[in-house]
């Protein structure tokens, strides 16, 4: 059975198949790969999101997405917000398309938790239909990852997540167009 | 990094757009646009066929599953698959538990605020609303200490102005009718319900592997085999056990919390079993095979039609009679713009001709739509748990002809009642109600198989393309929580040539076709109310009640073309 009480659970969110929407879900596979991530570390492929996230994240006390995020600024630039961030934005799109923020809303309102919420995200080029990364964002991937590898690290500083150092195994190539969809 | 607040956030898919024209206070004619899923076979054109189904289930961000599951649905027609019965038990198990929760998910997250003021719920005397919640159920959260507890709940958010979740409603429209003691009843149930679907779908994550995105589909069956021998088995004694206790426990807050809810809120709304009516078509492809899904007259919904009102005769459904018409969508056919096109002979050729954003009108005359306007037969049809419910009815099914009528009975009012707002979210609710009784008997009879020793759960005759003619294609259908999804693959040579979703939304929520008739949304708008051009609550209500996947941005306009109002929700 799944198991659905987590400490730390990284949350990849995004459609893989309207290009670089899915940057957040194909960041996660990558850290699902990462050979300094401790085997046992959660790591969703949320799609893209609704409340059926739910029963997998409201338990947390940390939850850390992967996402696209629109921020007007150049292709592949990071950035790094806050739960808190997120409430006091304007951020309203609507019930239909749960936004991150609607999520955190419900999980105050379902367990009465303030879980520590950060979202990295990455501006995409575009998000036309496509199973591909653009180049600019295919580039940040490598980036979200050491990210999220370092907000790991912060949460958890005596590295119960983490490896201590990095294996010197050749690490696998991040995929961008995937035959197989795991 | 730098560090900034941005809206939207994330989530840059398409929304629903409505524009209503409103004289007179009521709304004269009206017109749906929408963005969504022009793109699916430009994804799987060339691939294997038996992945079609891990590339279909991201079309849907909120039902990723319907959309495997008639993926491979219509990979196993073209190659004439047959599945053991474990596999349909296991699907349909699958289907239910995603209708059952998707239904409880609308209702209260996406469409209860349409009818309930959380701001006045702040008001109610919570010793009332405890008197009021045990006049309706014997669900046992009801005292006057829960309700206060919710009470205040709500009013630190309302105080830390974080209502987030809550934001876009309309608080103290004249519509909304609720006293406030109904309103803090639905309030507190809308947070059982965040509650009851965090539980309920663990029945995907025990059946589907994980969730969002189920992955224990395959063309011919399903990977979840059984052993009931086997702790690590994918289903043994002990998974089966805990899925019916979810099962059970959800079919106790349908009976005891959802379905007295709606009964509650539909009293103090009886206008509105008189509108949002629209086509008076229904369509519905049928749904949960009891053997096998070539034969439609073992489904436990049955398939059939409905025309023009009339519940005294079922019209056979033929996939080969679905057209698509680009009249008004943003597509070029290679044989022009009045023909409509089977999806076997499908095109999508995209061809923007609208206004550049930022604009206030769409040219409705012209293209409008990046939704095709399906037909069948050429008649639009309205899609979904009504058409459902409307088809299993007029073709005697005992059990719902027993749900419906008694329902009917306690309004004093007559089944064409149902041809209306209310009545869509009447009939998603029985429907519940009906999936919720019968889940565990589907449970059960998967415990019987594993008990006697029948664990086939795949059929790996045709698994390789060897076996595979050089040309095939099929249909597979599914009716999603929304309605009636079809998918049309064609194969060759072991690969997909072409392939085409005609999808629940795009059913309701299309543009008019080559004759000018209007999409079911367009349809069912038509005489609807509006007290507040600048507040458009009540053409939400309808829009809300078939359900729509998308986002819906609302643009009321008056006679002399001005904007009045713009609303999101």
Same mark, same amino acid.
């Given at each position: 059975m799944a198991p659905f009480h987590f400490d730390t659970v990284v949350v990849g969110v995004g459609n893989t198949i309207l290009s670089d929407d899915g940057v957040g879900v194909h960041a996660a596979r990558a850290l699902m790969q990462d050979p300094r991530l401790r085997p046992g570390v959660p790591i969703l492929d949320?799609?893209?999101?609704?409340?059926?996230?739910l029963g997998y994240?409201?338990?947390?006390r940390r939850i850390l997405f992967l996402d696209a995020v629109d921020?007007?600024?150049?292709?592949g630039t990071l950035v790094r917000m806050t739960g808190r961030d997120l409430l006091d934005?304007?951020?309203?799109?609507s019930v239909h398309q749960l936004g991150v923020a609607d999520l955190i809303a419900a999980i105050a309102l379902v367990s009465g938790k303030d879980p520590e919420i950060v979202v990295l995200g990455v501006q995409p080029a575009t998000v036309d239909w496509g199973t591909s990364l653009s180049p600019a964002v295919h580039a940040s991937v490598a980036r979200l990852v050491e990210a999220a590898l370092d907000q790991l690290r912060a949460w958890q500083p005596a590295a119960p997540l983490l490896r201590r150092r990095p294996r010197a195994a050749k690490r696998r190539p991040h995929r961008t167009t995937h035959h197989r969809c795991c | 990094m730098p560090r900034v607040v941005v809206d939207?956030?994330?989530?840059?898919e398409g929304h629903l757009r409505i524009e209503a024209q409103v004289d007179g206070g009521a709304v004269t004619d009206a017109w749906s646009s929408g963005t969504m899923f022009r793109g699916i076979e430009l994804i799987v054109r060339g691939r294997d066929p038996r992945e079609a189904w891990i590339w279909a289930?991201?079309?849907?961000?909120?039902?990723?599953m319907v959309h495997a599951l008639a993926s491979v649905n219509a990979v196993e027609d073209a190659l004439n698959i047959e599945i053991p019965d474990n596999a349909r038990l296991v699907r349909n198990i699958i289907a239910a538990a995603q209708t059952i929760q998707d239904h409880v998910v609308h209702f209260y997250?996406?469409?209860?605020l349409d009818w309930v003021d959380i701001v006045s719920?702040?008001?109610?005397d919570p010793a009332k609303t405890s008197q009021l919640a045990e006049s309706i159920s014997d669900?046992?959260?009801?005292?006057t200490k829960y309700f206060k507890g919710v009470q205040d709940r709500v009013n630190g958010l309302v105080a830390s102005r974080q209502?987030?979740?809550?934001?876009a409603g309309y608080w103290g429209h004249p519509a909304y009718h609720l006293p406030p003691e109904a309103n803090l009843l639905a309030v507190a149930h809308y947070l059982e319900a965040l509650r009851f679907q965090r539980e309920f779908i663990r029945i995907h994550a025990v059946?589907? @592997?994980?969730?969002?995105?189920?992955?224990? +589909?395959?063309? &011919?069956?399903?990977?979840?085999s059984l052993d009931p021998?086997?702790?690590?088995?994918?289903?043994n004694p002990e998974r089966i056990d805990f899925i019916t206790g979810v099962a059970r426990t959800a079919a106790a807050f349908v009976h005891q919390v959802y379905i007295p809810d709606v009964l509650a809120v539909a009293g103090f709304y009886p206008d509105w079993f008189g509108?949002?009516?629209?086509? @008076?078509n229904f369509m519905c492809y049928g749904? +949960?095979?009891? &053997?096998?899904?070539?034969?439609?007259?073992?489904?436990?919904l049955p398939r059939g039609i409905i025309l023009?009102?009339?519940?005294s005769k079922v019209h056979p459904v033929d996939p080969g009679n679905v057209t698509e018409y680009v009249t008004h969508s943003w597509y070029d056919y290679s044989d022009g713009d009045q023909v409509g096109k089977n999806p076997y002979e499908g095109q999508t050729k995209p061809r923007y001709t609208g206004p550049q954003p930022?604009?206030?009108?769409?040219?409705?005359?012209?293209k409008y739509s990046w939704l095709k306007a399906p037909r069948y037969q050429d008649k639009p049809m309205e899609v979904g748990p009504l058409a459902r419910l409307l088809v299993a009815y007029a073709s005697g099914h005992a059990e719902v002809k027993a749900l419906v009528d008694s329902t009917l009975a306690r309004f004093k009012a007559?089944?064409?009642?149902?041809?209306?707002t209310l009545g869509r979210i009447a009939a998603r609710a029985l429907e519940t109600q009906l999936l919720a009784d019968h889940i565990v008997g589907w449970i059960q009879e998967l415990a019987k198989n594993m008990a006697t020793g029948k664990?086939?759960?795949?059929?790996?005759?045709?698994?390789?393309?060897?076996?595979?003619?050089?040309h095939a294609r099929g249909f597979g259908f599914f009716e999603a929580p929304r309605g009636s999804l079809g998918h049309w693959v064609e194969i060759e040579n072991q690969a997909i040539k072409n392939y085409q979703a005609v999808v629940p939304s795009t059913w309701n929520a299309g543009p008019r076709d080559a004759r000018g008739q209007r999409g079911a949304y367009e349809a069912a708008l038509?005489?609807?109310?509006?007290?507040d051009p600048e507040r458009p609550l009540e053409i939400l209500r309808t829009v809300h009640s078939f359900d729509p996947c998308l986002a819906c941005a609302v643009h009321v306009v008056d006679a002399r073309g001005k904007v009045q109002g713009r609303a999101r929700g």
């Open positions: 949320g799609g893209t999101l609704g409340l059926e996230l994240i409201s338990d947390a921020s007007g600024a150049a292709p934005g304007r951020s309203r799109a | 939207p956030v994330t989530r840059i289930q991201r079309i849907c961000g909120v039902c990723t997250h996406l469409h209860a719920s702040l008001k109610a669900w046992p959260l009801s005292s209502l987030s979740l809550f934001g059946l589907g @592997g994980k969730n969002p995105h189920l992955q224990t +589909f395959l063309v &011919g069956g399903m990977t979840t021998n086997e702790p690590a088995a994918p289903l509108r949002g009516e629209g086509l @008076g749904a +949960f095979p009891q &053997g096998s899904i070539r034969d439609p007259h073992n489904f436990f023009d009102r009339d519940l930022p604009y206030q009108f769409l040219d409705v005359d012209q007559p089944p064409t009642a149902l041809f209306s664990l086939a759960i795949h059929n790996g005759q045709k698994w390789d393309p060897g076996t595979w003619p050089d038509i005489k609807t109310p509006v007290a």
